[in-house]
Nanobody
């Protein structure tokens, strides 16, 4: 099974930007669609953005126009560029294989994003 390690979170003011990274182990990364999810305490994990193995992207309405998902198959890494951040974007962000539904049952540790003044 591919292992996923998220990084890049932090504390940012409203309107600011962050770029998250998800590094995947394994040589078959390029065959998988990938997606970012987020979760706040007491709520279900929600899908944020996905990218297919061919590079087609999709976004949740709440982040459309502000977030950009991309991938670098040579580095086995998927990114989430987050601009114009809002306090409601505060969550732990996770990645998983599958562009619209998670493939792997186990999740990484996630990376905390906090948007606050």
């Amino acid at each position: 099974q591919v292992q996923l390690v998220e990084s890049g979170g932090g504390l940012v003011q409203p309107g600011g930007s962050l770029r998250l990274s998800c590094a995947a182990s394994g040589s078959i990364f390029s065959f998988y669609g990938m997606a970012w999810y987020r979760q706040v305490p007491g709520k279900q994990r929600e899908w944020v953005a996905g990218i297919t193995s061919g590079g087609t992207t999709n976004y949740a309405d709440s982040v459309k126009g502000r977030f950009t998902i991309s991938r670098d198959n040579a580095k086995n890494t998927v990114y989430l560029q987050m601009n114009s951040l809002k306090p409601e974007d505060t969550a732990v962000y996770y990645c998983n294989a599958g562009s619209s539904r998670p493939i792997f049952a186990s999740w990484g540790q996630g990376t905390q994003v906090t948007v606050s003044s």
